[in-house]
């Protein structure tokens, strides 16, 4: 269980009033459903159930494999 002295409670109400923006659930909640793995967008209150531990595999397209030698100095 979560309480208000949870430091992701703070960072969240943080994030919401820097960015301009309400959150969508109480942040206990939001807290609540992380830790059982889920995703809450911040934005549109979407829960997303066991996306959390994900894991994806990203490639990059041909200019996006151009731009990252260009920003190593390869080119």
């Known amino acids: ?3 208000r002295h949870d430091a992701r409670i703070e960072e969240l109400l943080a994030l919401a009033e820097s960015e301009g923006f309400t959150l969508p ?3 206990e909640l939001i807290v609540s459903q992380e830790d059982l793995g889920n995703i809450v967008d911040l934005l549109s209150g979407n829960i997303i159930l066991g996306e959390a531990d ?3 595999t ?3 397209t041909p200019q996006g ?3 990252a030698r260009i920003i190593k100095g390869e080119v």
């Open 1 to 3: 269980m979560t309480n």
């Open 25 to 27: 659930y109480d942040p």
């Open 54 to 56: 994900a894991t994806y």
């Open 58 to 60: 990203w490639s990059l």
């Open 65 to 67: 494999e151009e731009i």
